[in-house]
């Protein structure tokens, strides 16, 4: 029972360099979110994907581009990293039912320096 | 925006005391949901009340939402060292908010 499996747990890159935040989850669920959490601060919504294939814009999308390559995985592009996205990024999943709530990654800490 | 609002911020009491953190929100909800982060750790879902409920219980957790009001209560009830953590509530459909959290220390 892994849930939501994020990669890598740590990363630290420089201004301008591009990487990729993956996220997986085994429960089928039909929603999953990427979030940021900077400290001392709630978390900030970045993009979610209601169901494979769509995609939407929270609170906070500029600098940021997602993929849900398929139900399982949703990924999380910095295509030209600042220093202002030094951060801890989760991702979450939902099922859309009953009473569950999100179920969370253990998180990314990016650093840019 | 229906991000949420706790207060206090921050909350320190001794083993056994009972914690109350308090949420408010903005807009008309569906439900409203209360989480748990431990230091350094993701999110743990607690307890989801919905807006046609007023009242719910899970072990020593107590949940208590006033639509009118746009408010929200959690009651930890009988705390021990292991409730230190912060605590966020989070409304929302497909886009949940989060608010700022209360830091709850319980001292042994």
């Known amino acids: 029972n892994a849930g939501v499996t994020q990669t890598p747990k740590f990363q630290v890159l420089k201004t301008g360099q591009s990487m990729t935040l993956q996220c997986a989850q085994d429960?089928?669920?039909?929603?999953m979110y990427w979030y940021r959490q900077d400290p001392g601060m709630g978390l900030r919504l970045i993009y979610y994907?209601?169901?494979?294939?769509?995609?939407d814009k929270g609170e906070v999308p500029n600098g940021y581009n997602v993929s849900r390559l398929n139900k399982r995985e949703f990924s999380l592009r910095l295509e030209s990293a600042a220093p202002s996205q030094t951060s801890v990024y989760f991702c979450a999943s939902h099922r859309d039912r009953g009473a569950d709530g999100y179920t969370f990654g253990s998180g990314t800490r990016l650093t840019v320096v | 925006s229906q991000q949420g609002e706790e207060d206090p911020q921050a909350l320190s009491i001794q083993e056994g005391e009972n914690a109350t953190m308090n949420c408010s929100y903005k807009?008309?909800?569906?439900?409203l949901q209360w989480y748990r982060q431990n230091s350094g750790r993701g999110l743990v879902h607690l307890i989801l009340?919905?807006?046609?409920?007023r009242e719910k219980h899970s072990g020593r957790l107590r949940v208590t939402l006033d639509t009118s009001k746009k408010s929200s209560s959690l009651l930890i009830t009988a705390s021990r060292a292991a409730d230190t953590a912060s605590y966020f509530c989070?409304?929302?459909?497909?886009?949940?908010?989060f608010g700022a959290g209360t830091r709850l220390t319980v001292k042994p």
């Open positions: 994907s209601a169901s494979e294939g769509t995609t």
């Open positions: 807009t008309s909800i569906n439900n």
């Open positions: 009340i919905r807006s046609n409920e």
């Open positions: 989070a409304t929302g459909n497909n886009d949940m908010r």
């Open positions: 429960m089928n669920h039909n929603s």
